[in-house]
């Protein structure tokens, strides 16, 4: 897979290379040149004077066009100037994996175009949504900071299977939607799961929380001030539906603040409400304020009970710098405190994010457990204890020794190794070794070998997946739904080359003549068409030529406008364009 010599894209680990795919650029057909070329003539017209004022030039500098959809190469060696880069992706992917993309200053762009029908808005992430919405912006150095600290933030957040089921159904219903003559019954069911899983999430996860704030910022947000919002959001700036009609009265504008997380969203439906900030700076304070409350700062019982919910792979960090990754079974409280910790399956050890040499999951492929806190009647703690302190306690290599912590548990064994890592005892090894809890309960016993004894007084930190996860080999849930690839028939591959005529003239010149003969195949075989249409009366308008063609196209399209009034904006646009065309300086 190539890294289009992006420092950024070269970067990535690789449990989230798993989730890129080739760009297949040759795969775009005319019309779906023809539908980026639309839609970004739009938004020059129209965003230049309700986005966010970086948002022209940014396009230029994140390698982006009106005439062609953008090709990856072309745009990593834009975004490699600003410290970012770029990949495609097959639709959705994880919340958790698309956060941590953003932590590595990699933009995820599905590889997929929009229908014709769906020009306006689509809920499957598509090319235009994630290179025109998301890519302008990331030239702001506040916002991709914001972005990529958000990042950061959601690489840790807990989620729960009720996560993944909506991941699941909101994948495949975007699937669905943007697949060419798709059974009406199918996509109504699909709908119809996707707000069952909505309506039965129970208490929303980390992860549910933080992908509201990161929906009513980075995909829907507004900034400035309520009377005069420009927008920012992705989601707002690849549609050019609801860009125009969310400056309406009567979607409420609201001041982003904490209470943002409040509001869930759904994907399927324009939004009520929209959020406004003042600057990027406030939404990097909320993000901090809501982070405070999350398990991989919080730690403690806090943080091991979201851990046991989640039911996925966790790390439990100790004040020691010992992370203990695994799938949380099961933990004990004394003086509310995290006394003791029990994973299930495969687990590892690391410190500083780097897993310790012989304790990957093979060596604890069924599990671990290990006390956590203080020892009873000592004052220093276990993890910060001189060479000399551990003696007296006869923790040295060969030696028996007892362990008793406040909790009551007791760690009866000879100790065979003690490992420390900057200036802290984290693990000590023992064999013989049996562990008891204050109710003399056998929680560790000889016969099943070795224990490793994590030290460390508290748990400090707990955060989802590994901490070593290329050396966990974490697979990242990934869905087994697939995006739908379109086989097509032979009429619309007809469809197709009339585009690309029309395509060629614009760009090549030559015989404006030969249009006519185009609009004669069209109005024969495909009499549903407006945009090629379209296209060509542009061409006949700006060339001055062919007057009573161009009449004849005028009235097929106003007739249609008429007709089809999900067609009227967008034909009345066309005409505007044609007649107010954008400006070329702005075009890279």
Not at 133 to 162: E, R, T, V
Not at 225 to 242: C, D, F, R, V
Not at 259 to 277: C, E, H, R, S
Request: with cysteine.
């Amino acid at each position: 897979m190539s890294d289009f010599n992006n420092p950024q894209v070269a970067a990535l680990p690789r449990h989230l290379k798993q989730f890129i795919v080739n760009q297949h650029y040759e795969h775009y057909t005319p019309i779906d040149h023809a539908v980026w070329r639309y839609v970004m003539r739009q938004n020059y017209s129209y965003l230049k004077d309700v986005a966010y004022y970086p948002y022209i030039p940014g396009l230029q500098k994140a390698g982006l066009t009106i005439e062609k959809i953008p090709d990856l190469q072309e745009m990593n060696d834009a975004l490699g100037k600003i410290g970012w880069g770029a990949v495609t992706v097959d639709g959705f992917i994880p919340p958790a994996a698309f956060m941590e993309y953003q932590a590595y200053r990699v933009l995820v762009i599905a590889a997929d175009i929009r229908q014709l029908k769906h020009i306006e808005y689509t809920p499957a992430p598509d090319i235009i949504h994630e290179s025109a919405g998301h890519a302008p912006i990331i030239a702001d150095k506040d916002y991709h900071n914001y972005l990529s600290y958000f990042g950061s933030i959601g690489a840790k957040a807990m989620f729960s299977a009720q996560d993944f089921e909506l991941y699941e159904a909101i994948r495949a219903l975007s699937i669905w939607k943007e697949m060419p003559d798709a059974d009406a019954d199918e996509i109504k069911k699909a709908e119809e799961l996707v707000a069952l899983r909505q309506e039965n999430m129970g208490e929303p996860s980390e992860m549910a929380l933080l992908s509201r704030l990161h929906w009513w910022t980075v995909e829907y947000g507004l900034i400035g001030t309520l009377e005069n919002p420009k927008i920012y959001g992705a989601g707002l700036l690849s549609s050019i539906g609801e860009s125009s009609s969310c400056m309406r009265a009567d979607i409420k504008k609201l001041w982003y603040n904490k209470y943002a997380v409040n509001y869930a969203y759904d994907i399927t439906k324009t939004q009520p409400q929209l959020f406004v900030t003042d600057t990027f700076q406030n939404l990097i304070d909320v993000l901090e304020e809501f982070a405070d409350t999350m398990s991989f700062r919080v730690g403690g019982e806090h943080g091991l009970k979201k851990a046991l919910e989640s039911k996925n792979t966790c790390t439990a960090v100790y004040s020691s710098g010992l992370q203990v990754s695994g799938t949380i079974a099961d933990f004990k409280v004394a003086n509310e405190q995290p006394s003791f910790i029990k994973t299930t399956g495969a687990t590892m050890l690391s410190c500083n994010n780097k897993q310790l040499k012989g304790h990957g999951k093979n060596h604890h492929r069924d599990g671990f457990s290990s006390p956590i806190g203080k020892l009873k009647n000592i004052t220093t703690t276990l993890e910060d204890m001189t060479e000399d302190d551990l003696m007296l306690l006869g923790i040295e290599s060969g030696k028996q020794s007892v362990l008793n912590f406040e909790s009551g548990i007791t760690v009866s064994g000879t100790v065979k190794q003690v490992l420390t890592q900057d200036g802290k005892t984290m693990l000590i090894t023992f064999t013989n070794c049996t562990v008891v809890d204050n109710e003399n309960k056998v929680l560790f016993d000889p016969s099943w070998g070795d224990y490793d004894m994590a030290v460390g007084e508290k748990i400090v930190s707990v955060f989802c997946g590994a901490a070593d996860k290329d050396a966990y080999e974490e697979i990242v849930y990934k869905s087994t739904t697939n995006t739908h690839h379109v086989q097509y028939d032979l009429r619309t591959i007809e469809l197709h080359k009339l585009y690309q005529q029309v395509r060629d003239r614009r760009h090549k010149g030559g015989d404006y003549g030969f249009l006519g003969n185009v609009w004669l195949m069209l109005q024969r075989n495909h009499h549903d068409d407006w945009l090629c249409a379209l296209e060509i009366l542009e061409i006949l308008d700006h060339e001055e030529i062919e007057p009573e063609l161009a009449s004849e196209i005028t009235t097929f399209l106003e007739n249609k406008a008429i007709h089809e009034q999900e067609l009227k904006k967008l034909i009345s646009d066309g005409f505007y364009l044609i007649k107010h065309p954008v400006e070329q300086k702005l075009v890279v």
